[in-house]
């Protein structure tokens, strides 16, 4: 348990109720369900130590609102739509309509003086709106720090400026050089399995693999296919056909019911001409399964070119009649996979938590 903190985060109103945003396009959110949550984050923009902030709220949360407080959110409300809240250290500010002024200052209002003075700002802000949990909880020095360790997790709290202990981390060379190969699992290599174990079944009939090797079918369990065949630049062993992805002559045009590309997108000076290869390359209805790794380190193996992340992938593959994304990854394994972090080294949870904004690997199926 931490001793200093700090609130850092967006807060907004939807369907009459708080939601803690993480994203710019509101993607992943959380409902606050406790008004006293909002008080404990308020203290935390402008007191960092653990003890402090609990004198504050034992001396303010049951308090009634003070006019003053009341007069200045009355004319926030008045001069605002559809606004959120920016919480930061020793700054609480509404932005108007959202994260299209965030770095607007002619449409965002400052709070944090009267915040200071009061603590009670963010609590008349979203007074109108409905919490599901019991204000009385929090009600003793121990459920007041589950609430902040709570809000720690949701990453709305995080620990005050100079007092991140960094520990292993805090070094200038990975912990693996080799993607984490030598601690494990590395980080895209769970996730490429997790994507396998979506599209195993759908992987059918005759398939080229590229960049691939014959037995990549069976530590993939590709058990649907009558016909598998691999492309690679150069010969060795697994390889059935030697060719280069872009030369469009490298497959017959319209003879793949599949075709698995992982890991190689990222390899391909041009790969807006390779996804149209592919695309002639497949039959009416074929499929693409591909997988690019948008946080990781270089690998120049021969060339190391793109990162693809999600909206690059949607526009490569636009020519495609059905797209479906997986994108996989969070803050934590974003550091995991640059710092060659096995996969066993983290918890289920850690590895499987999603956040729009941190992809490690970028995945599509396409459908001619």
């Known amino acids: 348990m931490k001793n200093f903190y700090v609130a850092s985060g967006f807060l907004t109103v939807k369907d009459s109720q708080v939601w803690a945003v993480f994203d710019w396009k509101q ?3 959380q409902a606050i369900d406790n008004k006293n949550l909002l008080t404990i984050l308020e203290i935390f923009i402008h007191e960092k130590s653990l003890e402090v902030a609990y004198q504050k709220f034992q001396k303010v949360s049951f308090l009634p609102i003070s006019q003053n407080v009341l007069q200045k959110c009355k004319q926030v409300y008045k001069e605002s739509n559809n606004f959120i809240v920016l919480i930061a250290d020793r700054l609480l500010k509404v932005v108007q309509q959202g994260f299209v002024n965030i770095l607007n200052p002619d449409k965002q209002y400052d709070l944090d003086v009267i915040s200071q003075e009061s603590f009670q700002v963010m609590r008349c802000l979203f007074s109108q709106e409905s919490f599901a949990g019991n204000e009385q909880e929090i009600s003793s ?23 991140l202990e960094w520990g292993d981390l805090r070094r200038s060379s ?9 601690r494990g699992t590395p980080i895209d290599r769970y996730y490429l399995g997790k994507f396998i174990k979506e599209i195993r079944h759908q992987v059918v009939g005759t398939v080229m693999e590229l960049g691939g090797i014959l037995q990549n079918r069976e530590l993939y369990q590709f058990s ?3 016909e598998y065949q691999t492309l690679d630049v150069a010969p060795r062993p697994g390889v059935t056909q030697i060719g280069d992805v872009h030369d469009l002559g490298a497959i017959t045009p319209e003879s793949l019911d599949a075709i698995v590309v992982f890991n190689v997108l990222e390899h391909c000076h ?14 009416v209805g074929g499929q693409c399964f591909c997988l690019v790794p948008s946080a990781q380190r270089l690998h120049d193996m021969p060339g190391d070119y793109w990162r693809p992340l999600p909206d690059g992938m949607k526009q490569l593959f636009r020519d495609f009649s059905q797209q479906k994304l997986s994108v996989y990854g969070n803050p934590l394994t974003v550091v995991a996979s640059f710092m060659g972090i096995s996969a066993e080294e983290l918890l289920p949870h850690e590895l499987d938590n999603f ?10 199926v396409a459908k001619k």
Do not use: M, R
């Open 141 to 163: 020095f121990e459920t007041f720090k589950q609430s902040v360790e709570y809000l720690a997790t949701l990453g709305l709290l995080s620990p005050a400026v100079s007092t």
């Open 224 to 226: 649907d296919v009558t």
């Open 27 to 29: 993607n992943k959110t």
């Open 174 to 182: 990975p912990l693996c050089p080799l993607f984490g190969f030598t």
């Open 270 to 283: 041009n790969p807006w001409v390779v996804i149209q290869n592919i695309y002639n390359w497949l039959k």
């Open 355 to 364: 956040h729009p904004d941190y992809p490690v690997v970028t995945c599509i």
